[in-house]
């Protein structure tokens, strides 16, 4: 059986941290949600639990930039929410 060698793996994810890892995360539950959902309010919801999540992950394992991006959706998710229709 081929087995990659440990040194090329790591150093493929020495690239990425948690952040990369949330928003990739955060990417395919919205692209998920709305494909088998279609529903703006849970889009909304998402948006906010993952805003959240953002928010309460350690600084020291992310950038800030991240941080910031957890604050706008933290803050846009209910407001998405509360407007949709449906």
């Known amino acids: ?11 493929f994810l020495m690239n990425y941290h948690l952040g990369h890892v949330l928003l990739l995360l955060f990417i395919v539950a919205v692209g998920g949600g709305f494909a088998a959902n279609r529903s703006v309010k849970v ?4 948006f906010s639990l993952f805003g959240l999540l953002f928010i309460i992950t350690p600084s020291t394992t992310m950038p800030t930039t991240f941080l910031y991006l957890g604050i706008g959706l933290a803050v846009i998710g209910p407001v998405i929410a509360i407007s949709a229709d449906s």
């Open 1 to 11: 059986m081929f087995e990659l060698p440990l040194q090329l793996i790591d150093d």
């Open 43 to 46: 889009l909304g919801v998402q």
